[in-house]
């Protein structure tokens, strides 16, 4: 097979050359194929720097939902488990307990959140202690929850956390 110069004719057939038909389609296709995703750690470091000039920030990256308000807190939020962490306070980092490898993402998740009363509620899964945020993007963080479980299948959704280990009674 030979390789297509700019001013070749377009292999679409469209009449036009390649460089004014599918070339650009054909390097964006290219470029995506070869990029490398964005790790959540990377991600929790732009979250972090967003808070730190107190920007709100709002993305999501997988079944993660990140945001940062305007009051310098940070959080990553997880939609299957509905799991969260909190990255930064106030403007400064937060600490998280985080192991990434290509294959596999652990986070220690302290709190579980939900949505009631147009307001992220986090619970503590230490103490239960109830937190709420009214300064979350508790709408945007709703709607995208539920684009994220809709788009997983429900069997690769049980799949995506290994259960724990049942650990034997001592005798």
Request: aromatic share 6%.
């Amino acid at each position: 097979m030979s390789k297509i110069s700019r001013n070749d004719p377009c292999p679409c057939g469209s009449g036009k050359k390649f460089k004014k038909c599918c070339r650009e389609r054909q390097e964006d296709a290219a470029r995506l194929a070869s990029a490398t995703p964005p790790s959540l750690s990377e991600e929790i470091g732009n979250l972090q720097q967003a808070a730190a000039v107190k920007h709100s920030l709002f993305k999501t990256l997988g079944v993660f939902v990140l945001f940062s308000t305007a009051e310098g807190d940070a959080w990553v939020l997880e939609a299957t488990e509905m799991d969260a962490v909190q990255v930064a306070a106030k403007g400064e980092k937060v600490a998280v307990e985080i192991d990434e490898t290509p294959e596999t993402i652990e986070v220690n998740w302290p709190y579980r959140f939900a949505i009631a009363d147009k307001q992220l509620v986090l619970t503590a899964y230490q103490d239960k202690s109830v937190l709420r945020l009214t300064d979350a993007p508790s709408q945007q963080i709703n709607a995208a929850v539920k684009k994220i479980r809709q788009r997983i299948p429900p069997e690769l959704l049980k799949s995506l956390h290994l259960e724990e280990e049942a650990v034997p009674a001592a005798a």
